[in-house]
C-alpha cells in the first residue's frame, strides 16, 4: 500500500518532471497579510507575486502546504468529526503558475497523474467549471475525452475561488470522483439524491484548479491582476484515502495512528460506537491543528490566532472527557502527530517538548475553567427553572464561551438534560459583535497594498549611511502624487537607499532627504513592506520633494549604531538562552530599537533571578570576547543544515543572508549589525516576564543605554539611603530591619484580629433564630474585612451544625456580603441565589454555590434593608 508519505513525495516529484521548483510550506502564519488569520491555502505565500507586488527567481512552483481552516470564508470547524472527510488542518498538495502556463497545461497534467501515473478510473471521474467558463469546458472535453454529462457547470458558490475577503481570485475548474452508493452517508433520508457538488460523500472533490485573473477589492469590486495564474489544490487526506482505498480521511495511515494513540490511552477502539467516533475524529484533527500552530510559533490567548488555538485545545479535551478521558492527554496524542509528520515536517520534532508542556498546560487550566462554567451554569438553570423558563439567554451563552471558554454545543448537552436550549439568536448576535471587533482589528489603512513599481528598490545601507538617489513615487492619504510640499507628511519611494526598512524585529531607519535646491524632508520611519520596497515617512521641513529629483539621503547614524548594538546583542541572548535554557528556547517575537531590545520566547515558567544573573554575565563574557561578525549569502537550506537559526515571523527567500558572530551564534537575518562583539560594550538584563502561556519575555539595554541604566540605579540606591538615613553599604541592611519589623506589627495584627473574631462568635451565635425547626442566623458584624467575614461564616456554620447563614459587614463606602448554608439544606436554600438579590439592594453584584457565596457592595446605608430582605428571603423559601 502507497503511504500518504510516498504520495506527497510522488506529486512534488511529477511537478518536477515539469519544470517546477518545489517551495516549502510557509508557516501556518501568514506573512504580511492582514486580511488572513492563518494560511488556508498553498498560494497564500504567493500572493504578492498574483498582486504583482513580489517577483520570484522562478515561473513555476509546487508545495505541500500545511494549511488551516477555521476562520473567515474557509471555517470547517464544526464539520470536523461529524463527517469523515472535513479537516481543520490538513495539507494542500498545488502546483503553480505565475504568468506562465495556463488552463490547458493545468487540466492536462492534472488528468494525467490522477488517471495514468495513480490509475483513477477515468470513468468514475467528473469535472465542473465555472458557468460562462466555455474555454474550460471544451478543454476538458478535448483532453479527458469526457462526455458532456459529466463536465458540469456551476455559479461562484462552488466554481469561484477566493482567498478571502479580499485578493487574488478568479474561476476554477474541480475534479469529482464518483466513489460509488457505498460512499454515500445520507442514504434513507427522504429526497435526497447522490450527485457532485450535493450532499453526500460519494461524490467528492479532488482537486481545485484555480485560474486567478482577478483581485477583489474591499467594495466587492473586481479588477484585472497584471498577469493571468494558476493555483491548484489536491488535499492530501483524501487523495491518500482514495489511493489507500478506503471511505474515510481518517482511515487513512498517519491519522489511524493517532487514533491508535487514543485507543491505547482510553481502552476502546474507534470504529464500535458512532457518537464516540466523532470524539475520536475531532481529537486526531485538533491534535494536528494544535501541534502544528503551537510549531509556528501561536501560543494560547484571549484573542486572535492564540484564541483560536485554545479553542480547538479546549474543544479536543472536552471530546476527550466525552469518551471517558478526564485527566490530560492530547499532548500525548500531539507526540504521535511529530513522530507521523516530523520527516516531511522537522519543527514537530524539534518543537516536541514545548508542543508537550504547552498542551498540558492549557489541558489543566481547560479543567480549572470548566469547573466554574459548570457552577455558572448550574446557578442559570436553577433560575430558569424558578422562572419556569427553558431557553438559556444568549449572554450567558457567550459569558460561558468566552470567559470560561464552553464551546455552545457543549452548553446545549448540559441545558438538553434539563430540556431546555440556547437562545441562538441572542448567542449568534453577541458572537457577530465578537467577529466585527476581529475584523476591525485587522483592518489597516495602510497604503502599502497600492504601491506597485516597475523595479525593486535597491537597499545599499550595509555598507554606508549616505548616497545620492532618485525619487520614483511619492503616495499622500493613500494616493500617488508628483509631488509634497513643506509640512506635508509623506511617503516617498527611492530607485536606492541606504535607510534600513523595519523588518525582523528592527525598527526602521531615521534621518533626512535633501535636494540640490535645499528642500528637505525628515524621515521619522523608513518601512518594508515587500521584499522589493522601502518606503520612506515623513514631513517635508523645507520646500518640496518632486517625483524624478535628484535626491541625497542620509541616515541618522547615531539612531541606527544604537540600533545596531541592540540587535547584535539580541543573536548572543538567543544564543545564550539556548545554552543556559536548553534548546527548546526559540524565538516567538523581537523589537530592537536605539533605546532597547525586547525578545520573546518560548519557554515555561519563570526564570530565577541567579539564573537571569548568569545569562546576563553570559552573554557580557561573549561581549568583552570581541569576537568577530560575519555575514554570508547561501540557500535557505544550506544555511539551515549548517545550523542556522530562522526567526519566527520572518519571511526568507531562496537566498538567505546568514549573520555569524564568533562561534557561539548562527542566525539567518537581514538586519544591521556591529563589525565586532565588543562594540556593544555592555549588557544589562533587568526584566523577565510572561506575555502568555509557554511564552516569556526578557528586556535588555546595551552602550549608553545600559550605562543610563546603571547610572539610574545608582540614583534610586542614593535616594532610599536618605529616606532611612543609611549609607550605600549599609543601606539594604537598613531597609532589611524596616520591612523585618513591619511583619512583625503585621503579625500582632492578625493575632488581635483572629481574638475579635473569637470573641463575636458567642455573640452572634445568641442571635440565631428558628424557622420552622430551621437555625437561621442573620447579623450585621462591623470591624471586618471580607477574609474575616467568610471565616466568621464558616465558624458559626460549623457552630450550628445544621442552618444559614447570612452576614454583612461595612465599610466607609463599601459593603461585604456572606451567606452559607449546611449541606442538608441546600435542596431548600440556595446561597448564591440569596446573595444575589441582596447584592443589588446594596449595589453591587455576587454570587456563588448553593451551600456558599459573597458578594461585595457601594451603599453601606442599605444594609439593614438587605438584612430584613434575606430574613424574609429565608421564611418565603421554608
Not at 475561488?161 to 475534479?175: A, K, Y
Request: glycine residues 10%; proline residues 3%.
Amino acid at each position: 500500500m502507497i503511504t500518504g508519505n510516498e504520495i506527497r513525495k510522488f506529486f512534488l516529484d511529477y511537478f518536477v518532471k515539469q519544470g517546477h521548483t518545489v517551495v516549502r510550506s510557509s508557516s501556518l502564519v501568514p506573512d504580511k497579510d492582514p486580511t488572513l488569520l492563518f494560511t488556508n491555502a498553498g498560494m497564500v505565500q504567493f500572493k504578492n507575486v498574483f498582486l504583482g507586488q513580489e517577483r520570484l527567481p522562478y515561473v513555476r512552483a509546487t508545495s505541500s502546504q500545511k494549511c488551516l481552516r477555521i476562520s473567515g470564508k474557509h471555517n470547517d470547524l464544526e464539520a470536523v468529526g461529524r463527517d469523515t472527510y472535513h479537516h481543520t488542518f490538513f495539507e494542500m498538495l498545488g502546483n503553480w503558475s505565475f504568468g506562465d502556463y495556463y488552463k490547458a497545461e493545468a487540466i492536462q497534467w492534472a488528468w494525467e497523474l490522477l488517471t495514468k501515473e495513480w490509475g483513477l478510473p477515468k470513468d468514475k471521474l467528473w469535472a465542473t467549471v465555472y458557468l460562462d467558463d466555455d474555454e474550460a469546458e471544451q478543454l476538458w472535453a478535448k483532453i479527458s475525452g469526457l462526455p458532456a454529462e459529466r463536465i458540469k457547470r456551476f455559479g461562484e458558490k462552488e466554481n469561484f475561488w477566493e482567498m478571502g475577503e479580499t485578493g487574488p481570485c478568479g474561476p476554477c475548474s474541480e475534479i469529482h470522483l464518483d466513489r460509488g452508493p457505498v460512499a454515500c452517508d445520507m442514504r434513507g433520508q427522504p429526497g435526497h439524491i447522490c450527485q457532485v457538488n450535493g450532499d453526500c460523500a460519494r461524490y467528492i472533490e479532488l482537486w481545485n484548479l484555480v485560474f486567478i485573473q482577478y483581485n477583489r477589492h474591499e467594495d466587492r469590486s473586481l479588477s484585472e491582476l497584471p498577469s493571468k495564474h494558476v493555483d491548484t489544490g489536491m488535499g492530501l487526506e483524501r487523495i491518500t484515502a482514495v489511493l489507500q482505498n478506503v471511505l474515510s480521511n481518517y482511515d487513512i495511515d498517519f491519522m489511524r495512528a493517532l487514533t491508535a494513540t487514543t485507543e491505547k490511552l482510553i481502552g476502546k477502539k474507534y470504529g464500535v460506537d458512532p457518537v464516540a467516533d466523532i470524539s475520536f475524529r475531532v481529537i486526531d484533527d485538533h491534535a494536528r491543528a494544535v501541534s502544528f500552530l503551537i510549531a509556528d510559533g501561536v501560543m494560547p490567548s484571549n484573542e486572535g490566532r492564540g484564541y483560536v488555538l485554545r479553542r480547538l485545545l479546549r474543544r479536543a479535551a472536552r471530546h476527550g472527557r466525552l469518551i471517558g478521558l478526564e485527566k490530560p492527554f492530547l499532548y500525548q496524542v500531539a507526540s504521535t502527530v511529530a513522530a507521523v509528520m516530523g520527516d516531511a515536517y522537522p519543527e514537530l520534532r524539534t518543537e516536541e517538548q514545548r508542543i508537550r508542556e504547552v498542551i498540558r498546560g492549557e489541558e489543566e487550566r481547560f479543567g480549572e475553567t470548566l469547573e466554574k462554567g459548570l457552577v455558572l451554569l448550574e446557578e442559570a438553570t436553577a433560575n430558569l427553572k424558578q422562572q419556569k423558563k427553558k431557553v438559556l439567554p444568549g449572554e450567558i451563552a457567550f459569558r460561558l464561551y468566552d470567559t470560561y471558554g464552553f464551546p455552545v454545543d457543549l452548553t446545549e448537552d448540559i441545558l438538553r438534560g434539563e430540556g431546555m436550549t440556547v437562545d441562538q439568536s441572542g448567542f449568534e448576535k453577541l458572537m457577530e459583535e465578537q467577529r466585527t471587533r476581529g475584523r476591525d482589528a485587522r483592518e489597516t489603512t495602510s497604503m502599502d497594498a497600492k504601491i506597485q513599481l516597475d523595479r525593486p528598490v535597491s537597499f545599499i545601507g550595509y555598507d554606508r549611511l549616505e548616497d545620492e538617489s532618485t525619487v520614483l513615487a511619492i503616495y499622500g492619504d493613500g494616493n500617488g502624487k508628483p509631488e509634497a510640499v513643506e509640512s506635508e507628511e509623506v511617503d516617498v519611494i527611492t530607485a536606492k537607499t541606504p535607510f534600513y526598512g523595519e523588518s525582523g524585529g528592527q525598527v526602521g531607519d531615521r534621518g533626512t532627504i535633501k535636494t540640490a535646491r535645499g528642500d528637505i524632508m525628515e524621515v521619522t520611519d523608513t518601512q518594508h513592506p515587500t521584499p522589493q520596497l522601502t518606503v520612506h515617512r515623513g514631513r517635508v521641513k523645507k520646500g518640496r520633494i518632486q517625483v524624478g529629483d535628484a535626491v541625497y539621503l542620509a541616515v541618522d547614524a547615531k539612531f541606527r549604531r544604537r540600533t545596531m548594538l541592540n540587535h547584535s546583542a539580541t543573536h548572543i541572548l538567543h544564543a545564550v538562552l539556548r545554552r543556559e535554557l536548553g534548546d527548546h528556547v526559540r524565538q516567538a517575537g523581537s523589537l530592537v530599537t536605539p533605546e532597547r531590545l525586547r525578545f520573546d520566547f518560548n519557554h515555561t515558567g519563570a526564570i530565577p533571578g541567579e539564573k537571569l544573573a548568569a545569562i546576563e554575565a553570559h552573554v557580557n563574557r561573549h561581549i568583552r570576547e570581541d569576537a568577530g561578525v560575519s555575514v554570508q549569502e547561501s540557500s535557505y537550506e544550506e544555511a539551515i543544515r549548517h545550523g542556522a537559526l530562522a526567526f519566527f515571523g520572518d519571511k526568507y527567500g531562496d537566498r538567505v543572508r546568514v549573520v555569524k558572530i564568533g562561534d557561539f551564534s548562527t542566525e539567518l537575518c537581514g538586519g544591521t549589525h556591529v563589525h565586532r562583539s565588543g562594540e556593544i560594550g555592555i549588557f544589562k538584563l533587568p526584566f523577565e516576564g510572561g506575555v502568555a502561556a509557554g511564552v516569556r519575555r526578557v528586556e535588555a539595554f546595551t552602550g549608553e543605554g545600559a550605562l543610563d541604566l546603571i547610572r539610574s540605579y545608582e540614583q534610586k540606591l542614593k535616594e532610599i539611603g536618605n529616606l532611612v538615613r543609611g549609607s550605600t553599604d549599609d543601606t539594604v541592611e537598613k531597609v532589611r530591619k524596616l520591612l523585618e519589623r513591619q511583619k512583625e506589627l503585621e503579625r500582632e495584627i492578625q493575632k488581635l484580629r483572629g481574638q475579635f473574631e473569637k470573641d463575636q462568635i458567642p455573640e452572634l451565635l445568641a442571635k440565631k433564630e428558628s424557622v420552622d425547626g430551621t437555625n437561621v442566623l442573620v447579623s450585621q458584624v462591623d470591624g471586618v474585612d471580607a477574609k474575616q467575614l467568610r471565616d466568621i461564616a464558616d465558624h458559626l456554620t460549623e457552630k450550628l451544625g445544621s442552618g444559614v447563614v447570612v452576614l454583612a459587614s461595612a465599610g466607609e463606602s463599601n459593603v461585604n456580603l456572606v451567606a452559607s448554608v449546611s449541606p442538608d439544606l441546600t435542596r431548600r436554600y440556595h446561597a448564591g441565589n440569596i446573595i444575589k438579590e441582596l447584592a443589588r439592594m446594596v449595589g453591587g453584584g455576587g454570587g456563588g454555590r448553593p451551600d456558599f457565596a459573597q458578594a461585595g457592595g457601594k451603599e453601606p446605608a442599605k444594609i439593614d434593608a438587605a438584612l430584613k430582605r434575606a430574613e424574609e428571603l429565608i421564611r418565603e423559601l421554608k
